[in-house]
């Protein structure tokens, strides 16, 4: 069994019926692409348990988590929106990882540090979101998922706001930091430039299904009447 497994998995949005099976290996990185609305979103979702599946099993690690709440799953996921509250400073958006009430201990400080230090903002403990550029704000939300210790991350459209040499900034740190901490990344792009760049291997998406996945390269090159279409080559 792969380390992620989306077996059989069912969901209806509006008057799609979407169906799921996709494997995912221990430590790679998963790019997750297609046209819009064709389930790439909801799949992270149910697999972060964001949504209910209506049908089949996800397993983690061997694990079944299709029934586990969101809290529960060993899984962070990081959205291209709101993801730090603008009254708070960088330590109490980090913390929030740690503790939702940010009533942390002084130990609990010191992860929080270590995890600014781990995206490169030691020094920025004390400022506002307003304060940062666009690429700090989500280094401030990398930090707070890597600070959760979850082997699971997910990217839904993390990096699309950013200009393209900040969004490959990004994606270098995540690549690094799945090294560093053994991640398994899933990670949704309407750009298959990132895919080609960042992700072992691809997963294409629409009208609610996996239509092929693989190597990447080997996907962006698929003959399949749709991806051609979705690449307008």
């Known amino acids: 069994m792969s380390y992620i497994e989306i077996k059989g998995v069912e969901f209806t949005y509006e008057d799609l019926r979407m169906h799921f099976d996709l494997s995912v290996e221990r430590g790679e990185v998963m790019a997750v692409i297609g046209p819009s609305g064709a389930g790439k979103s909801t799949l992270l979702a149910l697999v972060g348990g964001f949504e209910a599946a209506l049908a089949g099993r996800i397993f983690i690690g061997g694990a079944d988590i299709t029934d586990l709440a969101p809290d529960a799953r060993p899984v962070t996921t990081l959205f291209q ?17 740690l503790h939702p009430g940010l009533r942390l201990t002084p130990s609990e400080r010191e992860q929080v540090s270590w995890a600014l230090g781990e995206v490169g903002l030691t020094g920025f403990e004390e400022r506002l979101p307003g304060q940062l550029s666009g690429g700090e704000r989500q280094r401030v939300a990398i930090a707070r998922c890597i600070l959760r210790k979850r082997p699971v991350l997910m990217l839904d459209e993390a990096f699309a706001a950013l200009g393209p040499a900040l969004r490959r900034e990004m994606l270098e740190l995540v690549l690094s930091l799945r090294t560093q901490k053994g991640l398994t990344v899933l990670m949704v792009t309407h750009d ?42």
Not at 81 to 97: E, K, P, R, S, T
Not at 194 to 223: E, N, R, W
């Open 192 to 233: 298959p430039a990132d895919a080609l760049f960042a992700a072992d291997h691809t997963a294409f998406i629409a009208i609610g299904k996996v239509i092929t996945s693989g190597p990447t390269a080997a996907v962006l090159a698929s003959q399949h009447p749709t991806i051609r279409d979705y690449l307008g080559t």
């Open 81 to 97: 929106d709101h993801n730090l509250f603008a009254h708070l400073n960088v330590i109490q958006n980090v913390g929030l990882g």
